[in-house]
């Protein structure tokens, strides 16, 4: 909750637990201490900022996203989804440890702001297409096993799932469509029964 998209995320992922009937807590995490005391199931990292988010996350004041980084390589059974900025960060964490999701992420590669466009996409981890809104979004520039390309946008991956771990380039929650949310609710109950 530091910085980007993060409140349509939570409006997402309430629409999406309707969806699915089933009941969720969402927990705000901006600080080390939000993450220690709520023992999440799931984890969203929104879009926005990823320079900001790593200021931030990194700072004194916060120490969120050493926190986060943790948490992810010692539960990796828990889902979770990054989406643009998010799957920077999960792609590339710049911690000195290994990438949380392997594949080489190249930031605003699709040029300024004014090239942000929407677009149908082919998800084979939903069954279905799906519209995706790319806002001065990252792209992937090698994705080293290409069975974990679960997004496609035509000939190019624009998903990737390694294990648990999404990393969406696009902003699956301006769209209006829940499944990328109800994959991770429904992940979470599996993964916790
Ligand atoms: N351009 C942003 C970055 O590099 C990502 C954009 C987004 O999350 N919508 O972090």
Redesign the pocket.
């Known amino acids: 909750m530091l910085q980007?998209?993060r409140h349509v995320h939570i409006e997402a992922l309430n629409k999406a637990a309707e969806a699915l009937n089933l009941e969720i807590e969402i927990h705000e995490l901006r600080k080390s201490s939000d993450l220690y005391s709520s023992s999440p199931h799931a984890l969203v990292i929104?879009?926005?900022?990823?320079?900001?988010?790593r200021l931030t996350g990194n700072d004194p004041t916060s120490q969120l996203l050493p926190a986060l980084f943790k948490w992810i390589r010692n539960n990796p059974e828990n889902p979770v989804l990054g989406?643009?900025?998010?799957?920077?960060l999960l792609c590339d964490p710049q911690d000195g440890g290994e990438s949380l999701v392997s594949a080489k992420i190249d930031?605003?590669a699709y040029g300024r702001q004014v090239d942000?466009f929407q677009a149908q996409l082919q998800s084979s981890l939903l069954g279905r297409n799906f519209s995706g809104i790319?806002?001065?979004?990252?792209r992937f520039v090698s994705v080293p096993n290409f069975n974990q390309v679960v997004v496609m946008h035509s000939d190019e991956a624009v998903g990737v799932l390694d294990s648990n771990r999404l990393a969406l380039t696009f902003?699956p929650e301006l769209s209006g469509d829940t499944g990328f949310h109800e994959w991770l609710i429904q992940r979470a109950m599996e993964v916790n029964e």
Not at 46 to 53: K, L, N, Q, R
Not at 83 to 88: D, E, V, W
Not at 134 to 138: D, E, L, Q, V, Y
């Open positions: 980007g998209a929104p879009g926005g900022e990823s320079t900001t988010m989406t643009c900025a998010g799957a920077i930031r605003n942000s790319f806002i001065r979004a990252p902003h």
